[in-house]
């Protein structure tokens, strides 16, 4: 198991050397990604608290941080920084350089993941970049996903699937995080002890945290499709809302708040020790 293990680290670190600075800056990436969840998982937390907190979303994090010092400099730095991410996660989708084992299906299924997740965290990287400018969300004027879908012939059937879509989704990172299967995604031959748990622990957490908050925004989609009514489909902030009105919804959400500060601790872990080739996976 071990040679194996050295053999991997072998084949990624000569087939890394080819794009170093791409690798560094997804890590960057991912570690700026955390950043994000970590602002939300507080600012959930101090409202679960009754500290002044809010539940909100990405959109309503970043103008959160516009109007704090060096605020502005922490949004440059979100902006900027997330496009390492959303750099890699595009190039996931069109290449799958960590995904050259499992069936056609599971290939097209991983590619199609990082395409949305590519769309969705580039909005976010504009988002700050745009408050960071201008103090106004890029997309303050446009309409929502669920508003433009039901715009479209078959529109309610589209919503639907989005939800269907987000729900899976949610189900697959509560599955990754209760197995803890996402630690093979990790090179773990860098990492010491203290590392490995911290990494395990944070990741089972904070992926069941954003696996339980996926399901509820995907319902919300699935209620949009039956009833025709653009405004209950929510995203995060919606979902932690959700949360909060449930008997013991605070001692919940600071569950939940928690998880969401632990998923940014493990993103952070991930972009130091993801591994990160363009070669295929031995």
């Known amino acids: 198991m071990v040679e194996n293990e050295e053999a991997i680290q072998k084949v ?7 794009k170093p600075w791409i690798r560094r800056f997804g ?7 955390g950043i994000v969840y970590m602002v939300i998982g507080v600012l959930a937390l101090f409202s679960a608290l009754h500290l002044g907190g809010e539940t909100t979303g990405t959109t309503g994090m970043l103008e959160q941080l516009s109007g704090i010092p060096f605020g502005n400099m922490l ?3 979100i902006g900027i920084g997330l496009i390492g991410y959303v ?3 595009a190039i996931q989708a069109i290449t799958a350089p960590n995904n050259n084992k499992g069936s056609r299906v599971k290939k097209i299924v991983t590619r199609i993941n990082h395409g949305v997740s590519t769309i969705l965290y580039a909005g976010v990287s504009l988002n700050a970049l745009s408050f960071a400018a201008t103090n106004h969300s890029w997309g303050e004027h446009s309409k929502s996903l669920s508003e433009k879908l039901l715009t479209y012939p078959l529109g309610t059937w589209l919503v639907g699937c989005v939800g269907i879509i987000v729900i899976i989704f949610g189900v697959q990172q509560v599955f990754s995080g209760a197995t803890g299967s996402f630690l093979r995604q990790f090179n773990r031959m860098e990492m010491n002890k203290k590392e490995k ?18 399901n509820i925004m995907g319902s ?8 025709a009514k653009t405004y209950q489909a929510r995203g995060i902030d919606g979902a932690l809302s959700k949360i909060i009105q449930q008997p013991f919804g605070r001692w919940m959400l600071g569950v939940v ?3 969401f500060i632990l998923y940014g601790v493990y993103c952070v872990i991930r972009g130091r020790y993801q591994w990160m080739s363009f070669g295929k996976r031995v």
């Not at 748990?197 to 996926?214: D, M, P, T």
């Open 197 to 214: 748990r911290i990494a395990l622990y944070a990741g089972r957490v904070g992926k069941i945290s954003r696996g339980i908050v996926f």
């Open 12 to 18: 990624y670190k000569a087939k890394e050397e080819t």
């Open 220 to 227: 919300f989609f699935i209620i949009t499709a039956i009833q």
């Open 75 to 77: 949004l440059w730095f």
């Open 27 to 33: 890590r960057v990436g991912y570690m700026v990604k």
């Open 87 to 89: 750099s890699w996660d």
């Open 257 to 259: 708040a928690l998880g």
